[in-house]
Nanobody, 118 residues
């Protein structure tokens, strides 16, 4: 199983990025998917999750209204649209797969760096 995250970069505060996570080696539609992030010196935290067919989503309060998670099961890919970025969003963003939204972590991607300058 491989989860390949991409789309990170350096942006100014207020900017946007679209993170992608391409999955292979698993039956994608059988897994809930999510995004986590880890800032330097901090623990990894949950950011967003989406159910197997996209009918349910969940977000950490700090990103509600700014981030949107979506998935394309035909492309085995999950996305995280991140808008109105803030310096405190700076982190390595990881995608994860799990049997349900509340139980992500069966598989992890390698992470993509998002850096937001003020």
């Amino acid at each position: 199983v491989q989860l390949q995250a991409s789309g990170g970069g350096l942006v100014q505060a207020g900017g946007s990025l679209r993170l992608s996570c391409a999955a292979s080696g698993l039956t994608f539609s059988r897994y809930a998917m999510g995004w986590f992030r880890q800032a330097a010196g901090k623990e990894r935290e949950f950011v967003a999750a989406i159910s197997r067919y996209g009918g349910s989503t969940d977000y950490v309060n700090s990103v509600k209204g700014r981030f949107t998670i979506s998935r394309d099961n035909a492309k085995n890919t999950v996305y995280l649209q991140v808008n109105n970025l803030k310096p405190e969003d700076t982190a390595v963003y990881y995608c994860a797969a799990g049997i349900m939204m509340a139980q992500l972590g069966n598989y992890w991607g390698q992470g993509t760096q998002v850096t937001v300058s003020s």
